[in-house]
């Protein structure tokens, strides 16, 4: 394998003529035999000629294809895009067809441009195959359309028996609304599945470093970071919430009153799609009116998966209950508008949680807007996290990248429940009687 990318890298499709090399970097990232790979780190790191020379190494090769993504076509049409790029090097020496956005070269083999920005843009390609595929910029891409991308990898005999492997490279900076799976999959040692070759501004020879450096530091300080150093680490600091503002707590006082509010999905995962997560978050309130997330469930199935996840769940809280840990637990499902959302609430009414204390909860305005006073109460510090069997970590970075990230499931169930627990605590300061 290793003497086979040696050899592609010696063919003309990666001009020599203009002076342009692979860097050390870009170098150990075009030899490396892995199925899967990522480049990443600072930009001007030579992310985007690495995957297009990748792209080209076995274009000699009869019959060898090849894809790279970005979110939209546009993207690629840009200044230096990938299209631009690959249009000074091959332009004049292969055939460009603009109707498919692809190169054909002289062997009968091909490197095309695609882009995925919709949920289902994924289908396009369901019919396909290639022998390389390639995201720039993957952290503006979903998992799961990346990673349906590995069913379209296949070869033919002939293609085996010629050496060309089959890749899939990724690259980007620490930047874009799905960062962390980015993060998860390549970067933290103890999740990473494939090599991470790192780059930053001074590992691109063929850039004008010091001028870029000076562009850079215009940026405010966690987007230089992340572009200039390649800070994988730092975290958007979140409109709404702040990691700090949340303490952790290892016991609440007795007595408290809970409320379990679910928000429930409305379509079960599939491949190549992305679809919200069903959540349930059990929180309580003292009298002196502080909140506790004591358990969040946070997974998607089928209608009939969910059910049982939220029948067996009930039956937990209740032995929490019967132990003396909280006073009473009542359950609330965020009621989705029209008829189907009523014939869902009156289903789990009377099939699913038959004898628990279950009620309908119809929203008005926006997550933002119901999350306003949880994070009130937040900031106050009157907001705390009680270590159990769920993913802190997880809740952390979904409530502190509110509103912009992608899913917003567990802080909307949280604040259903901030906002029911509340309205009790209300109701009952007021009246000396509890609201249903």
């Not at 990666?14 to 342009?20: E, F, Q, S, V």
């Not at 494939?194 to 966690?222: C, R």
């Amino acid at each position: 394998m290793y003497s086979a990318l040696k050899n592609a890298l010696r063919m003309r499709w990666i001009p020599r003529d203009n002076g342009l090399r692979p860097s050390t970097k870009q170098l150990q990232f075009l030899l490396l035999p892995d199925f899967e790979a990522f480049y990443g780190g600072a930009a001007g790191g030579g992310k985007s000629d690495a995957l297009l020379m990748g792209a080209v190494m076995f274009c000699h090769i009869p019959g060898y294809a090849a894809i790279l993504f970005r979110k939209t076509l546009r993207d690629h049409q840009l200044p230096e895009g990938l299209i631009p790029r690959a249009h000074e090097w091959w332009s004049g020496k292969a055939r460009w067809k603009g109707d498919t956005n692809t190169y054909h070269f002289p062997a009968g083999s091909s490197v095309t441009f695609g882009y995925m920005d919709s949920p289902l843009d994924h289908l396009r390609y369901q019919s396909s195959a290639y022998q390389y595929t390639g995201f720039d910029e993957v952290p503006q891409h979903r998992e799961s359309q990346v990673r349906y991308l590995f069913s379209r990898l296949r070869r033919t005999e002939r293609l085996k028996d010629y050496n060309v492997p089959l890749r899939m490279r990724n690259a980007g900076n620490p930047d874009g609304p799905y960062v962390q799976w980015v993060k998860r999959r390549y970067v933290d040692h103890k999740t990473a599945v494939a090599p991470f070759i790192p780059a930053k501004i001074e590992d691109n020879p063929g850039l004008d470093q010091e001028t870029y450096i000076k562009s850079l530091m215009h940026l405010e300080p966690v987007t230089r970071a992340r572009l200039m150093d390649g800070n994988w680490d730092i975290r958007n600091v979140g409109r709404m919430f702040r990691r700090s503002w949340l303490t952790i707590q290892l016991s609440i006082p007795a007595g408290c009153r809970a409320i379990r509010y679910w928000d429930k999905a409305a379509s079960e995962e599939k491949l190549g799609t992305d679809p919200d997560y069903t959540a349930g978050v059990l929180m309580a309130m003292d009298d002196e009116g502080r909140f506790y997330v004591l358990d969040i469930r946070h997974t998607r199935g089928t209608p009939g998966v969910i059910e049982s996840l939220i029948k067996q769940t009930a039956e937990l809280d209740r032995m929490r209950v019967n132990r003396g840990e909280l006073r009473s637990v009542r359950i609330y499902l965020e009621q989705e508008p029209g008829s189907s959302g009523v014939d869902v609430i009156d289903h789990y009414a009377r099939k699913v949680l038959v004898g628990f204390p279950f009620y309908p909860d119809k929203v008005t305005g926006s997550k933002a807007d119901r999350a306003t006073p949880l994070s009130s109460a937040a900031e106050a510090g009157n907001v705390y996290l009680v270590p159990g069997a769920w993913d802190i970590g997880g809740y952390l970075d979904e409530m502190e990248s509110f509103p912009e990230a992608g899913h917003k499931d567990r802080v909307d169930a949280s604040s259903g429940a901030h906002r029911m627990l509340a309205r009790r605590g209300t109701v009952e300061a007021l009246t000396g009687r509890r609201p249903r």
